[in-house]
């Protein structure tokens, strides 16, 4: 496996962070004091122009674009590259003015009024032809300046709209898909029922919430629009940049799980991958290592869409943000060990929203590198130099993979279609909390975990986990069989295969596809528990876990039983089955249980399918990057306390020492061992 360098002009681990020098352009000493401080902080990148189009176009076809020129020509005379948004975020008063069409519908028919951001119809062409003209514009300004290092296409899209345009091309969309035949919708959709039946695509409308969105398959089929919709329009973009700059990569920053965006349909249009992190750190309602426990998880999500490079953290907030419902401070050191979270999980970058606090408007209480006092002696700055100066030093770092053994099943498809389903407990289906929980219950081992997309090759994986795999797309049940078959071990749960990709059911018994052989098992009930009903398994070996919320009754068809439910009219039923199946085991778990249940679960697969695992104090991380031979473990502490970590072995490249035995770590320390 070869390292793949994003950014060989960049020689550590890029540091960088939104930067907005049009807010400021009256007070020439602070773009001045910003230059000498980036550099003092380490940073080597600087994202501009996320939200600029008003000081690019003030005035409809009146451009401005020296500020930019100068600004770029300084941070590279200063060793700094220049991430440059394309600026279609947030849209001018004039454009809105003149061509109210570019503004959003709601899901009532209610045409937004001006204002706020990432609010554009992404199918308006004068909305289209706008940004082309000032995305070319900007190209001829600066698109050859040899600080420019990347493109940032917009900023963070999300969203729907229902206006006309978005309707027709709905229309048109689902025309294609299915072959121009209406009845092919009818019968995939299930029409017959509520005599809902259309004659013509023409009479299809989205789900608005004052019409049609009692149908499940129109109301999977409008989020599957919106992805490729948003997708068409980000290829527009991506077009002109391409053609124009096709040595200059192109990515778009996302958001974590984003519920509306399908975000590996639109991976395949980028070049690199990246996320803005910003979680809830010390939070009240779980550990701190529980949070950071997620934020691995999103990072992982993130890699996984390109397992091929790094990918990149192009948002985090230095000291705290100003829209969670408690913006609370990142204690002294967190700060140091997200950013290293990322890196260990394979970003090539820390960056941040953003590099200096706005005097006003909506995130002047944001947080940022520099804040209103505007000097470099705050505890924040000194974190973050202390960040940059270790980014420095992880340059054999750069371009190195993560290698995973190990892939947990997500899918947004089937998010949408657990969460639009009417059954179950409607509070507690919890499917991304589910697939996180996973998650951690398996990096507890010191493994790292790909997740990847239910239809993504198995080839190279010895452990596939699939929570809550509701819908069982195209090919999935058939790929799952010759991945057991050839010797893997899959662990799937309750509310397997129950649909296929349209919501419709499977006949002949859950889970569906062909997957009853597989797992040994039909699904015959659903149970879904109260808060304060109880029941538990017990295990062959004795052990007992706890079952919260969700569980079926196995009819058992060649599996072995290896615990029963303890109570109720199930009492004494299989509750969890193993079946070999080839060379590999496929193990149906049918409940929902405690956490130290499952990793014993867990564990056994591991074990059987031979991955290495470690044994970590609770709260202690475990990463692994590698390339061209050689590995970098991280240890990161997500504890506020001192952890002990055995067995250790290698240089410490973040303080030089020699480590071998046992590792000790500071709170919120983190080690990173060549
Ligand atoms: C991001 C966004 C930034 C800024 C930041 C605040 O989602 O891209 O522009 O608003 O949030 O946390």
Redesign the pocket.
């Known amino acids: 496996m070869e390292r793949r360098i994003l950014f060989p002009q960049i020689s550590g681990i890029m540091h960088g962070g939104d930067y907005n020098p049009e807010q400021w352009l009256d007070r020439p000493d602070i773009l001045e004091e910003d230059i000498r401080l980036m550099k003092e902080a380490g940073m080597t990148s600087a994202t501009l122009g ?1 939200f600029s189009w008003t000081t690019y176009e003030p005035r409809e076809g009146e451009f401005h674009f020296d500020w930019l020129k100068e600004i770029m020509d300084k941070l590279y005379a200063n060793g700094i590259y220049t991430v440059l948004a394309t600026p279609s975020g947030a849209r001018p008063a004039w454009l809105d003015e003149k061509y109210p069409e570019a503004m959003r519908v709601d899901d009532y028919g209610v045409r937004y009024h001006h204002g706020v951001r990432h609010n554009h119809c992404m199918s308006a062409p004068i909305y289209r032809e706008k940004v082309s003209i000032i995305v070319n514009k900007l190209i001829d300004a600066v698109g050859d300046h040899p600080g420019l290092l990347m493109w940032h296409i917009s ?2 899209f999300g969203g729907e709209c229902y206006c006309e345009h978005c309707v027709k091309r709905f229309r048109n969309y689902l025309a294609e898909k299915f072959d121009h035949d209406i009845a092919k919708l009818n019968k995939a959709w299930w029409t017959t029922f509520w005599s809902h039946d259309y004659n013509d695509f023409s009479q299809i409308e989205p789900p608005y919430s004052n019409g049609e969105f009692s149908n499940m398959g129109l109301n999977l089929e409008w989020k599957r629009f919106t992805t490729w919709s948003m997708t068409d329009y980000m290829k527009s973009e991506i077009a002109i940049l391409k053609e124009r700059t096709p040595q200059i990569p192109v990515t778009t ?1 996302y ?1 974590k799980l984003f519920y509306g965006l399908d975000y590996r349909v639109m991976s395949r249009e980028l070049d690199v991958v990246s996320w ?1 992190s ?1 979680p809830a750190f010390h939070n009240d309602w779980e550990s701190f290592a529980d949070t950071m426990g997620e934020n691995s998880f999103d990072h992982a999500v993130m890699r996984s869409m390109k397992k091929d490079r790094p990918f990149m953290l192009m ?1 985090s ?1 230095p000291g705290l ?1 100003n ?1 969670h419902g408690c913006n609370k401070m990142k204690r002294p050191g967190v700060h140091r060990l997200a950013s290293l979270q990322a890196v260990a999980l394979g970003s090539d970058t820390v960056q941040y ?1 953003q590099w200096r606090k706005g005097r006003g408007s909506f ?1 002047q209480y ?1 947080g940022a590198v520099l804040d209103h006092l505007g000097t470099g002696d705050t505890r924040i700055f000194r974190e973050v130099a202390q960040v940059g100066a270790d980014l420095e030093k992880l340059s054999d770092i750069r371009g190195t993979l993560v290698k995973s053994k190990v892939a947990l099943l997500f899918d947004w498809d089937n998010m949408w279609a657990i969460d639009a389903m009417r059954g179950m407990s409607q509070e507690t289906k919890e499917y991304p909390k589910t697939c996180i929980q996973m998650y951690k219950n398996l990096i507890r081992f010191g493994v790292d975990v790909d997740i990847i997309p239910s239809d993504d090759s198995l080839d190279d994986y010895e452990v596939v986990v699939a929570p809550m795999l509701y819908m069982i797309r195209p090919g999935v049940g058939e790929s799952l069989k010759r991945f057991v078959e050839r010797g893997g071990q899959l662990l799937a749960t309750y509310l397997t295969g129950y649909v296929d990709e349209n919501q419709l059911n499977f006949l002949g018994g859950f889970p569906g596809d062909g997957l009853t052989e597989l797992f040994g098992v039909v699904s015959e009930e659903l149970d879904s528990l109260y808060p304060t009903d109880h029941n538990q398994v017990r295990f062959t070996d004795g052990t007992v876990g706890e079952v919260r919320e969700y569980a079926e009754m196995l009819r058992v068809n060649g599996a072995e039983v290896l615990g029963t439910y303890t109570e109720d009219y199930y009492g004494g039923m299989p509750a969890v089955t193993s079946k070999t199946y080839g060379k590999g085991r496929a193990c149906y778990v049918a409940a929902r249980l405690d956490d130290a249940a499952m990793q014993r679960l867990l564990e056994e697969c591991l074990k059987a399918a031979g991955v290495t695992t470690y044994e970590l104090p609770c709260g202690v991380e475990r990463h692994t990057r590698e390339a061209d031979g050689k590995q970098y473990v991280f240890y990161l502490n997500c504890t506020d306390e001192i952890q002990q970590v055995k067995d250790v072995k290698g240089t410490n490249l973040l303080n030089g020492e020699q480590v071998d035995g046992m590792l000790a770590l500071s709170p919120y320390d983190v080690a990173i061992l060549a």
């Open positions: 996320v900023n963070e920053n958001m803005d910003y948002e907030a943000v829209w929203f995130e944001h």
